[in-house]
């Protein structure tokens, strides 16, 4: 038996798990927006989201959101499931998901910039990405 097998450190399982729960769901919520997003719109439309809808900067947002092209969310999830892809090459030991989840969070920064430009700059996210890569990045010696 090999001992030179490296063991996935326990900060490197923690966030490997909130990236499998945070863009797993985001992946689900963004696929799920584009498939029935005609429905949804129609939904809007009506008044049905009038209960969740806790002010004006709320009602401003889902206004922005339902205007814009299905395909972002399209766009949004093929990126999510990158970003999950490269979460399960890491949990692997693997450098290359490493590449996949920094290119795919970049990108969604960027894209959201693209297709919604009248949202604020995305502060607090750009914050929680570089977090996570930095984190992941401390562990690319670890890594094959």
């Known amino acids: 038996m090999d001992q030179n097998i490296p063991v996935r450190p326990t900060l490197l399982t923690v966030i490997c798990i909130l990236t499998f729960i945070g863009s ?7 696929l799920t927006m584009f498939g029935f997003f005609d429905s949804f719109s129609t939904l809007y439309q009506e008044g049905a989201f009038s209960a969740f809808i806790l002010g004006k900067e709320q009602e401003e947002v889902l206004d922005l959101l339902f205007t814009t092209k299905p395909v972002y969310f399209l766009y949004q999830g093929l990126l999510y499931g990158l970003s999950v892809t490269g979460a399960i090459f890491m949990w692997n030991l ?33 914050l929680i990405t ?15």
């Open 24 to 30: 797993g769901m985001s992946l689900f919520v963004n």
């Open 94 to 126: 693997r450098k290359m998901g490493f590449h996949f989840y920094t290119i795919a969070q970049i990108t969604l920064l960027i894209s959201q910039q693209l297709f919604l430009p009248a949202l604020p700059f995305p502060a607090f996210e750009l």
């Open 130 to 144: 570089a977090l996570f890569v930095f984190f992941y990045a401390r562990h690319l010696s670890i890594m094959h």
